[in-house]
């Protein structure tokens, strides 16, 4: 019968490998040691061995590995960011931040035309299928008192209208002011609502609520058009590609640069990234 050692001692993996599985799984294992290294400078064949156990550890852990520096006559290495329990630095190799796991980049995450980087909501075509922003608003020289969202001009649904009418004192929304004017604020207003006052969206859920009665059926197949995908902005790509940016544009924001701004900018950002390189020390 295997009796465990005191905590942080450590076991030869033999005698854990003739234990049967029951009381394997009994006893509590913490790490399993790798690699041990004492050298006094690293030289390139220790550099290889710790290479080798780092790849090790990486693999058998799952992609988490721990550090335990010991300097001479100093104990263990003081704590740092990375110290985690018993003074062991923490290594992982997967790409996160702040909770969120993100995919390593590779060219096919940034092609749309990929199944791997479209974007699932629209496959990649940049639209789908909601209401038309244009058939809803036709004439954008009509501000919302002189009826410019259609839909609320027919007398059953000018309560829509009225009601945001009366509401936009709340948020002090212009309803004189032709749409075209509107800030782009006061335009997301009109369309999301705010201050519990019910935008054009709002609308259309209760539209697609009541839509077993035929003349609600007719009313949305009137304003229904291929819109601006909402999850990637109609950048075409997932998410995951869009989380990656260079000096703070994703691709998409890149590609929509005028050519002139983008060549300048990337002239800058190589020239920027070479001397970084420049500047790392040689074994890296
Ligand atoms: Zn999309």
């Known amino acids: 019968m295997y009796t465990p050692k005191n905590p942080g001692a450590l076991d030869p993996i033999e005698e854990l490998q003739e234990m049967a599985d029951k ?37 058998e852990g799952e992609g988490d590995i721990y550090l335990q520096i010991i300097k001479e006559n100093q ?10 329990h018993n003074s062991l630095l923490h290594f992982n190799n997967r790409l996160e931040l702040d909770g969120m796991q993100f995919e390593e980049p590779q060219p096919n995450l940034f092609s749309f035309n990929n199944p791997f980087g479209a974007c699932p909501t629209c496959e990649g075509f940049s639209q789908v299928l909601g209401v038309d922003a244009d058939l809803v608003i036709p004439d954008r020289r009509l501000s919302v008192y002189e009826g410019a969202v259609a839909p609320w001009k027919a007398e059953k649904m000018d309560w829509w209208r009225q009601n945001f009418i009366k509401g936009a004192k709340k948020f002090d929304f212009p309803v004189h002011k032709p749409i075209a004017d509107l800030t782009n604020r006061q335009y997301k207003q009109l369309w999301e609502g705010c201050e519990g006052v019910y935008g054009i969206n ?83």
């Not at 050298?39 to 290889?48: A, I, R, T």
């Not at 890149?254 to 990234?273: A, E």
Request: charged share 30%; net charge positive; glycine share 6%.
């Open 202 to 284: 709002d609308f259309f859920k209760d539209v697609e609520s009541q839509l077993y009665k035929v003349q609600y059926r007719v009313m949305l197949s009137r304003y229904r058009g291929r819109t601006e995908c909402p999850d990637c902005n109609g950048y075409r790509l997932r998410k995951e590609a869009l989380y990656v940016k260079i000096n703070g544009k994703n691709i998409g924001e890149l590609s929509s640069m005028p050519v002139k701004d983008l060549q300048g900018g990337l002239k800058n950002w190589i020239n920027i990234s070479a001397s970084m390189i420049k500047t790392l020390p040689k074994e890296y």
């Open 75 to 84: 104990g263990v290495e003081k704590k740092s960011q990375l110290t985690t």
């Open 23 to 59: 009381e394997l799984k009994a006893i509590k294992i913490s790490h399993i040691l790798v690699d041990r290294i004492v050298v006094k400078e690293f030289d390139e064949d220790d550099l290889h061995r710790l290479a080798d156990s780092v790849s090790t550890a990486f693999y």
